[in-house]
């Protein structure tokens, strides 16, 4: 494949001559280009590849002045998106602007490449995407609209793009952490989720580190990985919470995965907090109304937002970095208690 140095001076490459590298026909690259259906993944990935490459870049239209801003989210069932929606909300509130969403799955999950169409009607001033990943597909049309973009991805992994805000994982674990280890805790259980996802391992770590500033060691055995819903951690803690030496104190990295915790505690008859303090890490509404309410890390992802929009629009660009890293905040509730003592634990 040619390499994209080649292409730096040269005169932008025909159709034709990409879809012969791609192995694909012009009309194919065409639709890819220009975010149109119609297209396999497989062959949209191996065009986006070869642009790649080429550095291609489609040359940019004039439009009229927007007043929309918008928001690109993988799926509406993610639980993060009212407080998304929320700080884009604020954001155009605030500057007389009009939010517009779209999501690139249908409610089936399926992937729907409507959303496409949507943005060019759209013809936003700014975007938010949800996911580190921002496509070929949706940097082409980006450029083509003059349209800055922005990443906030809440999962944590880290974006190669030019706008990102993203929470400090790390530091929201350690704040866990210290927390525990201030209640009087020495002996923790943690559920994790998928290593695959960058917040997961830096939440873990950062705990850690709190614990081995204090001396104290994580037992392995009760270190799991499951994935970042209810029933598999309620399986997790129902496994260490039935030992005879069960934690005083589970870190679910997770606020859904708290959930879990919480049923599998309340299947043993262990109240939270008397028997067993519980800290999840997100802060999504629901966990407020837990019996007792979940102590929990804030992400703040309104705030994300607009910090977000702010980056790429606002007056406070100036001198601004375009990368922020967002301390977490440690919301005290009902769910952490100092541990039981000997002769209290069940």
Same mark, same amino acid.
């Given at each position: 494949?040619?390499?994209?140095?080649? %292409?730096?001076?040269?005169?932008?490459?025909?159709?034709?001559?990409?879809?012969?590298?791609?192995?694909?026909?012009?009309?194919?690259?065409?639709?890819?280009?220009?975010?149109? =259906?119609?297209?396999?993944?497989?062959?949209?990935?191996?065009?986006?590849?070869?642009?790649?490459?080429?550095?291609?870049?489609?040359?940019?239209?004039? %439009?009229?002045?927007?007043?929309?801003?918008? /928001?690109?989210? %993988?799926?509406?069932? @993610? @639980?993060?998106?009212?407080?998304? !929606?929320?700080?884009?909300?604020?954001?155009? +509130?605030?500057?007389?602007?009009?939010? +517009?969403?779209?999501?690139?799955?249908?409610?089936?999950? &399926? &992937?729907?490449?409507?959303? /496409? @169409?949507?943005?060019?009607?759209?013809?936003?001033?700014?975007?938010?995407?949800?996911?580190?990943?921002?496509?070929?597909?949706?940097?082409?049309?980006?450029?083509?609209?003059?349209?800055?973009?922005?990443?906030?991805?809440?999962?944590?992994?880290?974006?190669?793009?030019? *706008? $990102?805000?993203?929470?400090?994982?790390?530091?929201?674990?350690?704040?866990?952490?210290?927390?525990?280890?201030? !209640?009087?805790?020495?002996?923790?259980?943690?559920?994790?989720?998928?290593?695959?996802?960058?917040?997961?391992?830096?939440? /873990?770590?950062?705990?850690?580190?709190?614990?081995?500033?204090?001396?104290? %060691?994580?037992? =392995?055995?009760?270190? +799991?990985?499951?994935?970042?819903?209810?029933?598999?951690?309620?399986?997790? +803690?129902?496994?260490?919470?039935?030992?005879?030496?069960?934690?005083?104190?589970?870190?679910?990295?997770?606020?859904? @995965?708290a959930y879990g915790v919480y049923d599998a505690a309340h299947q043993l008859? !262990?109240?939270?907090?008397?028997?067993?303090?519980?800290?999840?890490?997100?802060?999504?509404?629901?966990?407020?109304?837990?019996?007792?309410?979940?102590?929990?890390?804030?992400?703040? /992802?309104? $705030?994300?937002? &607009?910090?977000? *929009? $702010?980056?790429? !629009?606002?007056?406070?660009?100036?001198?601004?970095?375009d990368k922020l890293l967002v301390p977490p905040t440690l919301v005290r509730?009902?769910?952490?208690?100092?541990?039981?003592?000997?002769?209290?634990?069940?």
């Open positions: 494949m040619p390499n994209a140095q080649d %292409h730096d001076s040269a005169p932008r490459p025909k159709l034709s001559y990409i879809a012969k590298i791609a192995g694909s026909t012009p009309s194919t690259v065409s639709k890819v280009i220009n975010g149109r =259906g119609g297209v396999s993944q497989e062959t949209r990935d191996r065009i986006e590849a070869v642009l790649r490459e080429l550095n291609y870049a489609k040359r940019p239209v004039r %439009h009229r002045n927007s007043t929309v801003i918008m /928001l690109v989210v %993988h799926s509406m069932r @993610q @639980q993060w998106i009212p407080d998304l !929606l929320q700080g884009a909300a604020d954001y155009a +509130a605030d500057n007389r602007l009009t939010v +517009a969403v779209c999501a690139k799955t249908d409610g089936d999950g &399926r &992937r729907d490449d409507r959303y /496409l @169409q949507t943005i060019r009607q759209a013809k936003p001033l700014a975007m938010v995407f949800d996911s580190a990943y921002v496509s070929m597909q949706d940097r082409t049309l980006c450029q083509e609209l003059q349209t800055e973009y922005a990443v906030i991805d809440p999962s944590g992994t880290p974006s190669q793009d030019r *706008f $990102e805000v993203r929470i400090d994982n790390w530091a929201g674990g350690w704040e866990v952490g210290r927390h525990l280890l201030e !209640l009087g805790h020495r002996r923790f259980g943690v559920i994790t989720g998928d290593p695959a996802m960058a917040c997961f391992p830096a939440r /873990l770590d950062g705990f850690r580190s709190a614990l081995r500033e204090q001396g104290v %060691h994580l037992d =392995g055995r009760l270190l +799991a990985s499951g994935d970042n819903w209810t029933e598999e951690s309620r399986i997790q +803690a129902l496994r260490m919470l039935s030992r005879a030496d069960r934690p005083t104190a589970i870190f679910a990295c997770s606020d859904t @995965q008859g !262990l109240d939270i907090p008397h028997d067993l303090s519980v800290v999840g890490f997100d802060d999504i509404e629901s966990v407020r109304h837990l019996g007792p309410p979940l102590t929990t890390v804030r992400q703040p /992802l309104p $705030e994300m937002v &607009r910090s977000a *929009f $702010e980056l790429m !629009l606002g007056a406070r660009r100036t001198g601004m970095p509730r009902g769910s952490t208690a100092s541990p039981p003592t000997a002769g209290s634990a069940a």
